[in-house]
T-cell receptor, first 112, second 116 residues
Framework: AQSVTQPDIHITVSEGASLELRCNYSYGATPYLFWYVQSPGQGLQLLLKYFSGDTLVQGIKGFEAEFKRSQSSFNLRKPSVHWSDAAEYFCAVGFNDYKLSFGAGTTVTVRA | DTGVSQDPRHKITKRGQNVTFRCDPISEHNRLYWYRQTLGQGPEFLTYFQNEAQLEKSRLLSDRFSAERPKGSFSTLEIQRTEQGDSAMYLC??????????????FGEGSWLTVV
């Protein structure tokens, strides 16, 4: 069965430190890959996406993600975290071109 | 591009009442989606439209749920005889059909439903 796994439920990081959020998927082919961010009580904002081509993709707010086919992973990174990055982050995969499956999310807390 | 807009943002209703949510997609997006998100979980796909045609419905969408998209523009999601288990955020999203950047799905701010 198709699935998306975000192994870390909650991550705490110091402001200015680096951040990496993990995402693994289970599917026979390469899906479309996305990272969304959600602030409390708000909708989802797209950070970045991967459809094909260069496996290192750049997104908004200084985020980047790397697709590793051999590991079925699409991990999100940011070199230096700001307090405003505290939010919930969702990895999503599109196994066709109209429907997304989401992971359960990773909550990021930023400490001063 | 004004984004996907949803109304109302918050709704509190008594069990057994009907509720309706409206979604206005990004203009010229021909695909529209409804997702549901409960606390601590990622969004789950409910249904999607291409223009006015509803092309897929999740088994999560019970008979009490109905979605429409007349004329392929805005959409409504109605829940009849609400139950406490319907309490969730209902997210609308839209995209353009096609490959490349057209596959990007943009979400609205969501409509929170609390059934008491």
């Amino acid at each position: 069965a198709q699935s998306v796994t975000q192994p870390d439920i909650h991550i705490t990081v110091s402001e200015g430190a680096s951040l990496e959020l993990r995402c693994n998927y289970s599917y026979g082919a390469t899906p479309y890959l996305f990272w969304y961010v959600q602030s409390p009580g708000q909708g989802l904002q797209l950070l970045l996406k991967y459809f094909s081509g260069d496996t290192l993709v750049q997104g908004i707010k200084g985020f980047e993600a790397e697709f590793k086919r051999s590991q079925s992973s699409f991990n999100l990174r940011k070199p230096s975290v700001h307090w405003s990055d505290a939010a919930e982050y969702f990895c999503a995969v599109g196994f066709n071109d109209y429907k997304l499956s989401f992971g359960a999310g990773t909550t990021v807390t930023v400490r001063a | 591009d004004t984004g996907v807009s949803q109304d109302p943002r918050h709704k509190i209703t008594k069990r057994g009442q009907n509720v309706t949510f409206r979604c206005d997609p990004i203009s010229e997006h021909n695909r529209l989606y409804w997702y549901r998100q409960t606390l601590g979980q990622g969004p789950e796909f409910l249904t999607y439209f291409q223009n006015e045609a509803q092309l897929e419905k999740s088994r999560l969408l019970s008979d009490r749920f109905s979605a429409e998209r007349p004329k392929g523009s805005f959409s409504t999601l109605e829940i009849q005889r609400t139950e406490q288990g319907d309490s969730a955020m209902y997210l609308c999203a839209s995209s353009s059909k096609g490959r490349g950047s057209g596959n990007t799905i943009y979400f609205g701010e969501g409509s929170w439903l609390t059934v008491v």
